[in-house]
């Protein structure tokens, strides 16, 4: 069974266009992140939620936005998209909101081409 | 803000040999949990080894260890008898507990190929 799961695992799309990336996690996870991967393979957080909640937005242009219609899922959206947002988009997700922290679970990753 | 260094971009070892990638980060917190991930070409990104800085003790899982150093903010990995499934990109991640965001900060990565 895949604990963290994206779709599509490849994107490829025409400057301006809006897109979606899927994530669900099997895990009953409360917790769940989007991070991404550049061309040079250095990862960056973008999104953190709890409970349907953001908790954290890392300087990512409003063109991202994440929406989590319950727990086990939290999408990405990127609107009009830029040669720039080519990269490899992670999904995550982590067991506990809590200064105990959890270990993060990654999903298989979503190469997103942008032409 | 944390920063996490891997300062080996690319190691090769062996196969059955012992390598070991360094990696150091820089923070002013006590409390925090540092992370060793693995990237195989699949793209998979697949949790090694985790140590939580309050433990003196270095964590070890299988033919994988850490030599953890606090006070030098050091946190390298041992790979014991090196496989060649054990080609693949190797991250080092930073998380912070006292922020209260769960985020991984993680280094620029280690290429290593286990040569036959």
């Known amino acids: 069974d895949t604990a963290v799961s994206q779709t599509p695992k490849y994107l490829v799309t025409q400057m301006g266009n809006d897109k979606s990336i899927k994530c669900e996690q099997n895990?009953?996870?409360?917790?769940m992140y989007w991070y991404k991967q550049d061309s040079k393979k250095f990862l960056k957080i973008m999104f953190s939620?709890?409970?349907?909640?953001?908790?954290i937005n890392e300087t990512v242009p409003n063109r991202f936005s994440p929406k989590s219609p319950d727990k086990a899922h939290l999408n990405l959206h990127i609107n009009s998209l830029e040669l720039g947002d080519s990269a490899v988009y992670f999904c995550?997700?982590?067991?506990?909101?809590?200064?105990?922290?959890?270990?993060?679970?990654f999903g298989p990753g979503t190469r997103l081409t942008v032409l | 803000a944390q920063t996490v260094t891997q300062s080996q971009p690319e190691m090769s070892v062996q196969e059955a040999e012992t390598v070991t990638l360094s990696c150091t980060y820089d923070?002013?917190?006590?409390?925090?949990?540092l992370f060793w991930y693995k990237q195989p070409p699949s793209r998979q990104m697949i949790l090694v080894i985790r140590?939580?800085?309050?433990?003196?003790q270095n964590a070890t899982e299988n033919r994988f260890s850490v030599n953890f150093q606090k006070a030098a903010k050091s946190f390298s990995l041992k790979i014991s008898d090196s496989q060649l499934g054990d080609t693949a990109m190797y991250f080092c991640?930073?998380?912070?507990?006292?922020?209260?965001?769960?985020?991984?900060?993680f280094g620029t990565g280690t290429r290593l190929t286990v040569i036959p």
């Open positions: 895990l009953g996870h409360d917790t």
């Open positions: 140590q939580e800085a309050y433990k003196q």
């Open positions: 991640a930073f998380m912070s507990v006292q922020t209260g965001a769960n985020n991984l900060f």
């Open positions: 995550a997700s982590s067991q506990i909101w809590s200064r105990g922290t959890d270990t993060q679970y």
């Open positions: 939620y709890n409970n349907k909640e953001l908790i």
């Open positions: 923070t002013s917190e006590n409390n925090y949990y």
